[in-house]
């Protein structure tokens, strides 16, 4: 039983997909690309009838070229100037109709192919959170990349070559029936229609192949961009042949279903070329026996056979371009079930803007689960006045990054409300609500480009004064200038030529860029040493004057300056105050204190010891 096929979004293709698939896309030759578009494509279309037109009156005028040159008198010969000027005419307007029709398609085809692919992009970047935590970016940008070539496949080939093809076969056998007999007609129709129902049988049995090549290239290649892209990972743990093992069974799995389909091609060959030559022997065989009999002329003859060469050359061209359209089919219906995945997190109907304010936060009654199973956040409520900083601490997984996610809007509050400056964010748009917020991550990921490049992005827009000026508000703006190329310096893939504290020092110049009213710190500093976490605190602080703040922490002594400290375990905010009101609470902040104080003590006295050792 052949194996379903599946997409990225995990929906099966069914029978229908090719026509779902040829719906989906006939939107973006007709109705986007507005009237322009649509009288390139009314004019191509003449354009190919014109030179379907021309490519099968040929033949008709070559077979009267040849009548005329084999009279019964020899010595009678004239040359039929005029009917071997219109051969050289026809043949010339049938190229260059077929080359016009491709200059004017050409807009539409590759305007179709930018809007789908800009279209997958964006419902892309529109989805939830939860979908890209899910994803596999290798096999993602597989899709969309064999997807955008599909359709720039299918335009070319199924529109210029399947749909001409067809029109010629019914031209030629009209022509044949009307001229002969219809058992020219016939048998011609009848062999083309065993050629192509052949074709269509044994390349479905092939496709699952196919599918089986895909499944496995993109798993092989999802696998081995995971792995260059956790490269130091790898390399701590001394995993390179394990990793070398799973990239070979995947490329083992593909490397048997290529041979199988391969091998297969073979098969679908013989029988086509089978199919064809018993034709051709018929038809040339009953065209003979006319001659010989005195109802077809030697240039009858000649037509017959010049049809019959003109139809199946390009029937076994066909028989490549409807395997690889089958393959194109899935493709790009691949890429356009991306557009399928539910976006989970929408802007409701008429919302608007977030209206400025001065960056009042409250969280009231918020309730969250990631899976319906598993509540992580119960009946939250807190309010963060403009100005204030709020710190959120606690054990890991207590739901501390959930809150700032479900603030960013990654995902919408099961019950309650978020508010800012008295609106919900569920009201406002997406854009708005996120060009208000600024967030430093523990984790700073920077794009493979330069330093520039990366601190700009928090407003592109930024002149080049701007950017050196948040950069020296982060100090790394003298770090920048001692590098031989400056802001011009290349970070690599995720920033990992920059160290954690320079990363760290980019997101921070990247934020002041953006001029958020609200900021969002979370654990900003906790994966930084002692040293370098006092130099980003300090920079933080500067960036947080004045502005509505939310820390994220798990080194306590990060937030003791805080306007207020809330305790969050499983999911429930337990304590709230200032420091020293929790300190002297004596409850669970209090006892998180004691134990990191423990902790840090004990480390200054391991490194004592290590300073104080001789060396060697």
Known sequence: MAEPDRTLSGRRVDSGFEWQALRTLAPYLWTYGGLQAKVRVLVALLFLAAAKGATVYIPVVYGQIVDRLSPEEPSAIVIPVALIIAFGTLR??????AELRDAVFTKVAQRAIREAALQTFR?????????????????????IERGT???????????FNILPTLLE????????????????????????????????????????????????????????????LNYETVKYFGNEEYEASRYDRALKRYE?????????????????AAIVGIAITVLVLMAAGDVTDGTMTIGEFVMVNTYLIQLYMPLNFL?????????????????????????????????????????????????????????????????????????????????????GRLLYRFYDVGAGAILIDGQDIRDVTQQSLRRAL????????????????????????????????????????????????GYETTVGERGLKLSGGEKQRVAIARTILKQPQILLFDEATSSLDTHTEREILSALRLVSKEKTTLVIAHRL????????????????????????????????????????????????????KDTAAPPG
């Open 92 to 97: 010339i307007l049938s190229i260059a109709f």
């Open 123 to 143: 419902h892309l970047h529109g989805l939830a959170l939860r979908y890209h935590l899910e994803r596999q970016t290798g096999g993602l940008s597989h899709a």
């Open 149 to 159: 070539k599909a359709i720039d496949f299918i335009l070319r080939f199924m529109l």
């Open 169 to 228: 076969i019914l031209l030629v056998c009209g022509i044949l029936w009307t001229l002969f007999n219809v058992w020219y007609a016939l048998i011609t129709l009848t062999s083309i229609a065993a050629y192509i129902a052949y074709t269509m049988i044994v390349t479905e049995w092939r496709l699952k192949w196919r599918r089986e090549m895909n499944e496995t290239d993109q798993r092989a290649n999802t696998r081995a961009i995971d792995s260059l």
């Open 256 to 272: 048997r279903a290529a041979v199988i389909s391969k091998t297969s091609l073979s098969l679908l060959n013989i029988g086509q």
């Open 319 to 403: 028989g490549f371009v409807y395997r690889e359209i089958k393959q194109a089919l899935t493709d790009m219906e691949a890429m356009f079930h991306l557009l399928d995945v539910n976006a989970e997190v929408r802007d409701r109907p008429g919302a608007g803007a977030l209206v400025p304010g001065d960056g009042a936060v409250e969280f009231r009654n918020v309730s969250f689960a990631y899976d319906s199973r598993r509540e992580v956040l119960h009946d939250v409520s807190f309010r963060v006045e403009p100005g204030q900083t709020l710190a959120l601490v606690g054990p890991s997984g207590a739901g501390k990054s959930t809150i």
């Open 438 to 485: 600024g967030v430093v991550p523990q984790d700073a990921v920077l794009f493979n480009d330069t330093i520039r490049y990366n601190i700009a992005y928090g407003r592109p827009d930024a002149l080049p004064e701007e950017v050196e000026e948040a950069a020296r508000l982060a100090a790394i703006h003298g770090f920048v200038m001692s590098s031989p190329d």
């Open 557 to 608: 002594s990060t937030v003791i300056d805080a306007d207020r400290i809330l305790v969050v375990v499983d999911g429930r905010i337990v304590e709230s105050g200032r420091h020293a009101r929790l300190l002297a609470d004596d409850g669970i902040y209090a006892a998180m204190w004691r134990e990191q104080q423990r902790a840090a003590r004990e480390a200054e006295k391991v490194e004592a």
